[in-house]
């Protein structure tokens, strides 16, 4: 179903996001032209840091939508299972009531 997103890929793009983010402060995911450690001045740094942090608070975002989108759809899956469930029960009933009516007394 399209738009419908499992709870584990939502656990799996947090992981993602981790690594990412760990890759990016360690300094191995930033480009070595541009970062060279000590020789990178403080404004780069400063630049490339609040881009970091920018990137992480747009995913953090994002992994909040997917979350709630999560939700919604559980909640739904649910409500659908409980109207399955019901009419299960009253055609089961209605069967059960049909073989007293219909059984002959000793």
Do not use: C, Y
């Amino acid at each position: 179903m399209f738009g419908i997103i499992p709870e584990w890929a939502v656990g799996v793009a947090f992981i993602m996001l981790a690594i990412s983010v760990g890759k990016m402060l360690s300094g191995r995911g930033m480009p070595s032209e541009r970062f060279r450690g000590r020789n990178a001045s403080r404004r780069e740094l400063a630049g490339a840091m609040e881009d970091v942090q920018r990137r992480l608070s747009e995913l953090e975002e994002a992994q909040r939508r997917l979350g709630a989108g999560a939700g919604e759809d559980m909640q739904s899956r649910l409500s659908e299972i409980e109207e399955r469930l019901d009419f299960t029960e009253r055609l089961l009933a209605k069967q059960r009531d049909a073989e007293r009516l219909d059984s002959p007394k000793h």
